[in-house]
Structures are given as C-alpha cells and as structure tokens.
C-alpha cells in the first residue's frame, strides 16, 4: 500500500530565511501531489499542487520540487514570515481504483522566529 | 464562498452516547470526504462521497459509525455508541469535479468522549 513519511518532523527556521519541508513517498505510480498547511485549530489549507508530468511548480513565494526517480517531494518557502509558523502535510494521490483517496504524510512542524 | 462549514467545532460528551457531526460543501462540489485527525494515525480517510453516493467506505474505524449526504449541501457522520477513543479532530473536505484531487477542508469538529 501507499505510504507518506516526512523526512523533518520539525523545523526552526529565522525570518527571511528560506524553508524546505520534505517528503517520500512509496508508490510509484503516485501521479499527483499536494502541499496542506494547518495553522492551529483550523483545518488543512491547499497550498500547491503538482502532477506526475512536472517536476517543478511555483506559486507566491513557494515552489515545489518533485523527483519521481528517487520518489521525493519538498516544499520550498522563500523568505519565510512568522505568518508561516504551522504543520505542513504532503498529501498524495495513486490515481487508478483509489480515486479521490488521498495519503497525508504525518506532517512537518515549522516554527518561525522573528 | 463560505468554504466547508462544519457543525458543532467542539462535542464534549459521555461515553455511550449519540454524536452527529455535520457538514456542508462548498456550493457545487460534488465530492464530500469525511476525515479524523489524531496525534498517534494523523489524517485519515474514513468515508468520502460523490453525487450524494457513497463511494468508499473502508476507513470507517467500526460498526458504531455512519456517514449520509442525504442532499448535495449536506452530510453528516454519526457515531453511536460513542467511546473514549472516538476522541479526534474530524474533518469535512469538498471537491468538485473539474479537479476532483483538490480537497478543501472544513474547519474541523473536536469532539471529545469522557
């Protein structure tokens, strides 16, 4: 079956400073993936996707990398803001007869100090 | 929009009891997943939906719970008996279609069983 580990379970990082959150996945067939960002008390908020065919995707201020030859995904957060501070999931998606079914990663604590 | 509305955020209650957490998508998203969140499992799928018809119910931890979506604004997930274990964090998600990976979540109920 599927499975989705983190590399980090936390990290601390200063203002202004770059993030990278990692992660690994299992099934090589995963053909589409997703960042989650969970601030305290709310639910998982969609960040960014990427799909199997694409091996980086930008958005504002975050990139994601993906390197399906050794079944890895990062999440890059350029000039990290205390707004930033949460747990950060990577969700992925094995397509075929487990459609809609989605495998969260176990999560990255980021912590950002002013 | 309004996003996923969920109902109550908090259930404090007895051991045994009846507990019906409830759940509206986003308008138009024809896709509902029912999630728990717990420190030791993380973010798990118990139940999830298309058109109101349930698709995929092998998350669902036991007999004691049940999920409908006797409409397309609504569902509910219903736990009875209630157990001490059953306490979590439990989430609605929506998708629509169009992009049917891309789940957005509720802002979760917590529900605690003493």
């Known amino acids: 079956g599927e499975s989705v580990g983190l590399h980090l379970p936390t990290l601390s990082v200063q203002e202004g400073d770059n993030s990278i959150i990692n992660c690994a996945y299992s099934?090589?067939?995963?053909?589409?993936f997703i960042w989650y960002k969970q601030e305290s008390g709310k639910g998982p908020q969609f960040i960014i996707d990427?799909?199997?065919?694409?091996d980086k995707r930008q958005g504002q201020r975050v990139t994601v990398l993906l390197n399906k030859t050794v079944k890895h995904l990062s999440l890059q957060i350029a000039a990290t803001q205390p707004g930033d501070s949460a747990v950060y999931f990577c969700?992925?998606?094995?397509?075929?007869?487990?459609?809609?079914?989605?495998?969260f990663g176990q999560g990255t604590i980021l912590t950002v100090h002013p | 929009d309004a996003g996923v509305i969920q109902s109550p955020r908090h259930e404090v209650t007895e051991m045994g009891q009846e507990v019906t957490l409830r759940c509206k998508p986003i308008s138009g998203h024809d896709y509902l997943f029912w999630y728990r969140q717990t420190m030791m499992r993380g973010l798990e799928l118990l139940i999830y939906?298309?058109?109101?018809?349930?698709?995929?119910d092998s998350g669902m931890p036991e007999d004691r719970f049940s999920a409908k979506m006797p409409n397309a604004s609504f569902s509910t997930l219903k736990i009875q008996p209630s157990e001490p274990r059953d306490s979590a964090v439990y989430f609605c998600a929506s998708s629509h279609s169009g992009n049917p990976d891309t789940q957005y979540f509720g802002p979760g109920t917590r529900l605690t069983v003493l």
């Open positions: 099934n090589s067939a995963s053909d589409y």
């Open positions: 969700a992925v998606y094995a397509g075929g007869t487990s459609y809609g079914k989605l495998t």
């Open positions: 990427i799909r199997s065919n694409m």
């Open positions: 939906f298309n058109n109101n018809v349930p698709i995929d």
